[in-house]
């Protein structure tokens, strides 16, 4: 119990508390609807296999977003990981192949964090150049969808560990843990200020322009891991597979309460928020498929609605996160009052 | 010692410094002097390796360095803290003080129970009510100045360099400010006290250095010199505040402008009752956060009020915008120009049209020769030192820049004008020019609210002033002389009410 004050304690103070609360709501409708089809190991470990690239397109978005970037390119550069470990693996043996996309992930985060930090180019800019760039390689790399993977790897990464916990969601974990490590150094508010306020890191006798290509970097080497279990999911490869996730990761931050302008939100917030969207269609593939199944409306054919109703859902809760941010605003000017008026 | 010799550096157009040299000695509190654009704060900056100068030698016990990066300045032991703060709003107190740790480290990563307990004992020492995971951006300004010292601090500087940090700070913390920098002082820490506050600086410090026009004028020590003194050596002519004070008290005046009734703005004030005359100059003095500046943004429009009226022209106001208030004659002024004034990019001429191109509709043209001309017989009558009326207002000095602002507010026809602490941070003359222009506009039948965090101003400009404490009007002075300054003084503390009590 006192476990339990003290976790909820934390969470009042976390910078993605509404990101949470959300994602238990929405749980439990979901629970509410579909009952035991949710709670059981395998619905929720589908759940984590399809929703785990976008949870670590998301951390990887939040990163760049933190030390004041965003990443236009996230999506392509999944695409050219996909291709590269389809195409390099009917030639090399197959971890090689992957280890050099993985690589190839990296040094893109480097490269964009280069150009973003020495050459003051928008980051905005500067990975929506690359964005194009990088779909044209991932096309050159594997002109059409096709390849396979050793099954292996799918059942290792579709599998469960001890009996209920997915194997993707452990490797949202190791993830989440290796950030925290970053977090436990300096390095952790040096990205947050790089975003926040650059003057005052370049004042406290920090390099901004390292700081900013280490964020950079540490995005890279999660978004290679989240193209990685992309393909291990799709199992072959395609050029555009992971196009969408630019602006979905995007979104999810949001939703997990990371502010566009920098300096604000936890990567737990952003995992949060992606799972959200996950969950989100989950309840609503759902509601459609077994409740409304192919009933009409006035002579429309309601499961034509899913899009629509999934993206109300999805707007309804950015606009819920970005209220909370403008009341997180006003209570911490209201503080700012009180104390004074104490003193 | 730290010493800097023949420093120059140029912005464009503008001398910044112009040989300009400054030493600190280990022990010792010097103070830094001089009126607005003189250099005091790039001279700071240069020695924090903020800016690079274009010419001169920076050397320490002799030997010249090198101060490419604020990280080089840091590793020679010299530590800044900024009038506009280096801290970041988002992160929490701790994160700031230690944003590139030396201290409360273990093997690369933080050690939170040692770098909590520092913070502690940090906050306890400069009286901060704030925790150590509290996010900045909750702090008050007066918190945040002391947070900002001690940031610097943290550092273990061998030379300190404080740029107006008493500006936003109450008088009893300025008082645990000098404690605490007088005991760094004996440990032989080398401190440069820049601040506009003469009186500080007296108490303060032991030596002082004067700059006038980027250049050093001179260095003494401070008992040598007089308030006087310092004045002339600031601004190369003996101070020169005439008073010529029209008797037009309030109770001889007829219809006002301007009518007040229980205004409240949320818990800022609480409740204000005005009346305001034509022609009339209506001092607010208070000190800083007493409500004065919610309530003239609420008259203006640009905040919400939550109790109360306002009549104006013997009509009652109803729904309160900027956008009203300027089309009805009522403008607002700023002290705060760079966020709330200045359009810092744009050019001096636009810089002065702008209100009234906003005002009109919308394909309603403007005479471009017409508004030229009027520009420049603005610049004129206002005296503004500009070089060409299009080049960007960011050239002008804090001075210069606020007389543009006067002169994008009398386009307008004004009948009231509202002015929120509008010489901050200006220098003496630009500061005495400002307050004849009020009274020239005064004098022509227009109305003013001044509120000044300098009383002495008030009493020099002002008909008649009231005093605002913690959200309402304490006391009024309706016969201004020299003799009230101690009132004054006094009313602003809130002695009155512990008098009634």
Not at chain 2, 79 to 94: F, K
Request: with cysteine; net charge positive.
């Amino acid at each position: 119990m006192q476990i339990l004050t003290h976790l909820a304690n934390k969470m009042k103070k976390s910078q993605a508390f509404g990101a949470y609360i959300m994602l238990v709501l929405l749980v439990i409708i979901n629970l509410l609807i579909q009952g035991k089809g949710f709670a059981n190991v395998s619905s929720i470990n589908s759940l984590f296999l399809v929703n785990t690239p976008l949870i670590l397109a998301t951390v990887a978005q939040a990163v760049m977003i933190f030390c004041g970037g965003i990443d236009l390119s996230i999506g392509a550069t999944i695409s050219v990981v996909n291709a590269f470990a389809i195409v390099a693996g009917q030639h090399v043996p197959v971890p090689i192949a992957w280890l050099g996309a993985f690589l190839i992930a990296v040094l893109l985060g480097a490269a964009k964090g280069g150009i973003v930090a020495y050459l003051r180019v928008p980051p905005i800019l500067v990975t929506f150049a690359i964005s194009t760039l990088l779909e044209g390689l991932a096309l050159l790399i594997l002109p059409k969808p096709g390849g396979s993977i050793p099954s292996s790897i799918y059942s290792v990464y579709g599998g469960v560990f001890a009996g209920f916990i997915p194997i993707s969601a452990l490797v949202i974990v190791l993830v989440l843990i290796g950030f925290g490590i970053v977090n436990r150094r300096p390095l952790g508010a040096q990205i947050k200020a790089a975003g926040a306020n650059q003057r005052s890191l370049f004042i406290a006798g920090v390099n901004v322009e390292r700081t900013k290509l280490k964020a950079y970097i540490i995005s890279g080497v999660i978004t290679g891991i989240a193209g990685l279990c992309l393909t291990a999911l799709a199992s072959s490869g395609d050029p555009k597979i992971g196009n969408a996730l630019s602006l979905n990761s995007i979104a999810a931050a949001i939703l997990g309460g990371v502010d566009l302008s920098g300096g604000w939100g936890t990567v737990g917030g952003a995992a949060a928020g992606a799972l959200f969207l996950g969950v989100v269609n989950n309840v609503i593939f759902y509601v459609f498929n077994n409740v409304i199944h192919s009933s009409t409306l006035m002579g429309i054919k309601l499961s034509y609605l899913q899009q629509l109703l999934t993206n109300i859902i999805i707007i309804l809760g950015l606009s819920s996160s970005l209220l909370a941010h403008l009341k997180k605003g006003q209570k911490r000017r209201k503080q700012a009052n009180e104390i004074k008026n104490v003193g | 010692m730290l010493a800097a010799k023949n420093i120059s550096k140029q912005y464009g157009q503008t001398k910044a410094l112009d040989q300009a040299e400054l030493s600190m000695k280990p022990g010792e509190i010097r103070a830094l002097l001089g009126s607005n654009g003189s250099g005091k704060s790039t001279i700071a900056k240069v020695l924090g390796g903020l800016v690079g100068k274009n010419q001169g030698e920076i050397t320490i016990d002799g030997e010249p360095i090198q101060l490419g990066s604020a990280k080089d300045a840091l590793a020679r032991g010299i530590a800044l803290a900024y009038q506009d703060y280096s801290l970041v709003d988002q992160l929490t107190v701790e994160e700031n003080l230690f944003l590139n740790p030396k201290e409360a480290i273990k093997k690369g990563f933080i050690d939170h129970k040692e770098r909590s307990d520092k913070t502690l004992r940090i906050l306890e020492q400069f009286h901060i009510s704030a925790k150590p995971e509290t996010y900045v951006s909750s702090l008050d300004e007066s918190d945040k100045s002391l947070l900002e010292v001690a940031k610097a601090l943290v550092y273990k500087p061998k030379y300190l360099i404080l740029d107006e940090v008493t500006a936003c700070l109450h008088r009893d913390q300025v008082l645990i400010l000098f404690d605490i920098l007088r005991k760094e002082k004996e440990e032989g820490l080398s401190i440069l006290f820049i601040s506009h506050r003469f009186d500080e600086v007296y108490e303060l410090c032991e030596t002082v250095t004067i700059f006038r026009n980027g250049k050093t004028v001179i260095t003494t020590d401070l008992n040598k010199v007089t308030h006087d003194d310092i004045v002339y050596y600031m601004t190369g002519q003996k101070e020169a505040m005439k008073k010529q004070h029209q008797k037009k008290c309030a109770s001889d005046q007829k219809e006002p402008l301007l009518s007040i009734r229980n205004l409240g703005v949320g818990c800022q004030v609480d409740d204000v009752s005005l009346k305001l005359y034509p022609g009339e100059i209506l001092g607010i003095c208070g000190l800083q956060g007493q409500g004065q500046s919610e309530f003239l943004r609420a008259v203006y429009g640009s905040k919400k009020i939550s109790r109360g009226s306002i009549t104006y022209r013997g009509k009652q106001l109803g729904k309160l915008s900027p956008e009203r208030s300027l089309k009805s004659g009522m403008a607002f002024i700023s002290g705060d120009r760079g966020s709330e004034g200045i359009f810092a990019d744009r050019s001096i001429f636009e810089n002065i049209n702008i209100s009234r191109g906003a005002l009109r509709f919308i394909f309603r043209g403007i005479r471009l020769k017409e508004s030229k001309s009027k520009a420049d017989e603005l610049i004129q009558r206002l005296n503004v030192v500009i070089g060409e009326t299009s080049d960007p207002a960011s050239s002008l000095s804090g001075g210069n820049q606020q007389k543009l602002i006067f002169a994008r507010d009398l386009l307008l026809d004004l009948s009231v004008l509202l002015l929120d602490d509008p010489t901050k941070g200006v220098d003496v003359k630009a500061r005495s020019e400002i307050q004849e222009i009020l009274k020239e506009l005064a004098d022509k039948g227009m109305a003013c609210i001044y509120y000044s965090s300098d009383y002495k101003e008030l009493t020099a400009v002002a008909d008649r002033i009231v005093v605002f404490y913690e959200g309402n009007i304490t006391k009024e002075f309706c016969d201004i002389s020299d003799e009230i300054e101690s009132d004054l003084a006094a009313a602003m503390l809130g002695a009155t009410r512990t008098e009634a009590k």
